[in-house]
């Protein structure tokens, strides 16, 4: 049977799994909580231990049994996250308690500078240690020759001068110099995870799986694979700064280590590696880039097999998955600190590839440069809009072993500003670039209102919001499983630049991804081993199921010598390679690319352009599907396809304005339109012959979007309506406003009655939060082919009744309910309910980096007359 005839007959898998929040509450609360979320749409929980007060302790497991009960008594599934703590890798106290020689371990530069010339002289060099524990790794003299940079050529290992650790004896020749130091040390990294796991040690990562994986299996070994479908790793971490700009050799920092780092070193550099250390942390020209790049390629290396491919190997064996996310923010997936190096690499032992959003990151129209949030230094709208998504959603398409699942916690801690409006368009951001396993943040158990990381979705019952959830996660449900199990088509590649960063001067992937995306040219990011291990044909570039047509190469001034030559076997078998702005002045290692780039001179199909003219350049190769009429830069897309049908998702992502232009498009077969909310496929859906191919009027309001499949086969569905609008006619007078509140629903605690819609209120409404209930009457001397009512100035949800009959629920606009079936000739009775979010009544910390929206109906009502 077909993707799209599964989802009409409402056969779909579950793609939701929320956070449920434990505090070691009653069971009766468990049991209510797990009843709401069911009746919600979702099939799945993630239960969150960091609140529970006694994590693998008795009443842990007491909850636990709890929830697994109701579980199976619903058809639901479990998630568990690996930790007491956030992030993970506390191990719930054990490395602190028990093994503290596998806490993380850190290598530090302790500099000193002296004038010479001079003789037999001593340096103290004692407080370059912490404790005993604190061992010496080297100590390396080198001359400067400049105000920043060390002269590499002038390095001297000179460790064995060293006296008990406290002094050193010293000859210096002319010039300054510089003593340095290398220590390993427990000291140095971030505040909130000093006590956390090593994850570069194996035998680190295996306290946490003993700790927490084994003990669940233990006790619910019968459930793993059937209830319980696996573990949730949030945001783990090397931790040895504090912060996303903690890029090798830009900020001051200790490393990640562990004891035979340096053996390993040696090997990956062919070379003694000691006495270039120091060049990780001073400047020292292309050696110290030389070195700064081993050292990455080689720690995020450790991390990916000695953490994360550990852990997940270690689920495999028990038949459960492994998932979760590191932070990516701001860049930080191709750094330390914050991050694990390198995204591709650390997800690798995960079953779905993994990403969140959380902390206003994602704002509509807030896509350009840095802006304020609860960070000191704001998010990068930029990397937000333009890359993260397509991180996510790339390594998804990419890595065989996801199959196809991308999953993103969502909505979190954006404060009770958020409403469900907002939920949908971050959903359709989501969706449209490829994400199809969502973990919404969250249900939490505390009495409302807990101010952990608000909006919470039932809030105990105070959410008026949360009548309409229902639908927002049934629209979630059902694309997620529209856009799984098929292929994602996308005609360009666009490098991965971590390992540019790592290896010199480089151009974030963002640059080029934001001018792709404006443009409706789709793309996934491809890291180095992915293009290494590509298969390429006369078709392009192939990926597991991806296949590109040309692959664009942000600027780099260095890259590994492999991936040049794979590139200039791609264009040589007639794809095209566009480098942005130069080609690579030298190779990651220092080995020579002369030759490179003198066959790069002579080769057409790769080209040197400046990051302007990228689009048009492409649009000029013909590397695009689709094309607006229109310069539409809010406008995107997603193309996938199902066993000979392909399916197309549009999104406005403008916070305000509606989208009107004609998408040119490729496909020839039959078009259907499929509508989410109503789980319903209208046919007959007209396109006009253009020169370029097919072309369908797009209209999208704000926060809107459409899917439409491209098929041969003949479906049983609605047929859709050519209408013309005949006659517009505005609601006018008094209209009755009913306040109620969603825990006494429906009883009304104030009313008022104004002279139309759109009128404001005479009390105030600063403090309220509930629902809003409009009542009026109007008359219908005619009951045309279709009647429309259209809301406009509406905030949150709006929900329509006439004369006692429901006319549907909407989340966002367009606000538009065909009401032609429960209108009638005479006196109609009009009932519009709207919700607001809980922010007025709360006022809390976090909303205030989101504007708070008007409330109610700001605007006309309107009855539309159409005909046939």
Known sequence: ??????????????????????????????????????????????????????????????????????????????????????????????????????????????????????????????????????????????????????????????????????????????GVWKVMVLVATYHGGEKQTEDYLNPIDPEATDVLIHTVYEAHYQRYKEEFGNTIQGFFSDEPRFGNVHGALSSIGRNEMVLPWR????????????????????????????????????????????????????????????????????????????????????????????????????????????????????????WDGEFFHYVLGKLGSSLGHLDENKKGKVMCEVFGAYGWAEGIRMMKWITDYMLVRGVNEFVPHSFTLKEYPDPDCPPHFYAHGHNPQFKEFKILMEYMNRLSELFSDGIHRAPIGLLYHGEAEWAGEYMLMQKPAALLTRNQIDFDILPIEAILKSFVNELGVAIHKEVFQGLVIPYSQALPNDLLHKLLAIAKEGHKIYFIDALPERESMGEDITPFLFACEKETNIKVIPLEKLVTTIKEDGLFDISTTSYEPYLRYYQYEHNNETIVMFTNEHPYQTINTKVIVPFTKPCYQ???????????????????????????????????????????????????????????????????????????????????????????????????????????????????????????????????????????????????????????????????????????????????????????????????
């Open 1 to 174: 049977m077909k993707k799209i005839q599964q989802i009409l007959q409402n056969k779909y898998d579950n793609h939701i799994f929320p956070f449920l929040w434990m505090h070691g509450e009653d069971e009766v609360v468990i049991r209510e909580y797990m009843k709401q979320i069911e009746q919600s749409g979702i099939k799945a929980v993630c239960i969150e231990a960091r609140p529970h007060p006694d994590f693998l302790g008795k009443k842990w497991w007491a909850d636990m049994d709890c929830i697994l009960e109701e579980a199976k008594k619903r058809n639901m599934k479990v998630w568990i996250l690996d930790d007491s703590h956030f992030p993970t890798g506390y191990a719930n106290g054990e490395i602190k308690k028990s093994y503290p020689h596998l806490k993380k371990r850190f290598l530090k530069l302790y500099q000193l500078e002296f004038v010479g010339p001079i003789q037999n002289a001593k340096a103290i060099i004692k407080y370059a240690f912490q404790d005993d524990n604190d061992e010496l790794v080297g100590v390396i003299l080198g001359k400067k020759n400049s105000y920043q940079e060390v002269d590499a050529s002038t390095l001297i290992n000179i460790t064995h001068l060293v006296k008990e650790n406290k002094t050193l004896d010293l000859d210096l020749g002319e």
């Open 674 to 868: 499929y509508d989410a909310f109503s789980n319903a496929l209208h046919s007959n859906i007209l396109l006009q012959k253009e020169k370029e191919g097919r072309s369908i009027s797009l209209s999208l309001e704000a926060y809107e979007s459409k899917v439409f499949v491209f098929s041969e086969e003949e479906y049983n569905c609605k047929e859709h309506q050519d209408l013309t609008l005949v006659k517009e006619e505005i609601l006018k007078g008094n209209v009755e406003v009913d306040l109620l509140k969603a825990k006494s629903y429906p009883q009304v605690y104030a009313s008022e009655k104004i002279d139309r819609f759109g009128s404001r209120m005479k009390q105030s409404l600063d403090d309220f939060a509930g629902i809003m209930r409009y009542e009026t009457l109007f008359e219908l001397n005619e009951i045309p082919s279709a009647l429309k009512l259209r809301i406009e100035g509406i905030y949150e949800t709006a929900h329509v009744y006439i004369n006692g009959m429901d006319g549907g629920s909407k989340i966002c606009g367009p606000y538009c309910f065909d009401v032609s079936q429960i209108v009638k000739k005479g006196i109609n009775t009009l009932v519009i309910e709207v919700t607001t979010t809980l922010v007025r009544e709360n006022y809390d910390w976090l909303s205030q980096f989101m504007l708070i929206e008007p409330i109610g109906i700001n605007g006309d009502v309107i009855l539309e007359y159409y005909k046939e």
């Open 259 to 378: 004891n035979d780092m340096l053996e390993q070193m040696d090997q990956k550099m062919g070379e003694s590696s000691l006495i270039y250390l120091p060049l990780l942390f001073v400047d020292a020209g292309e050696k110290a880039h030389k070195v700064r790049y081993a050292y990455m390629d080689l720690v995020s290396d450790l991390y990916s097999k000695h953490f994360s491919q550990r852990i997940g190997a270690w689920c495999e064996a028990h038949k459960v998955s492994y998932i979760g996310h590191t932070i990516e923010d701001n860049n930080a997936h191709a750094r330390l600190g914050y991050g694990a190096g390198h995204f591709f690499k650390a997800m690798k032992g995960q079953h779905m590839a993994g990403i969140d959003v959380v902390l206003h990151q994602l704002l509509p129209g807030m896509d350009h440069g840095y802006f304020k949030s609860m960070t000191s230094s704001g």
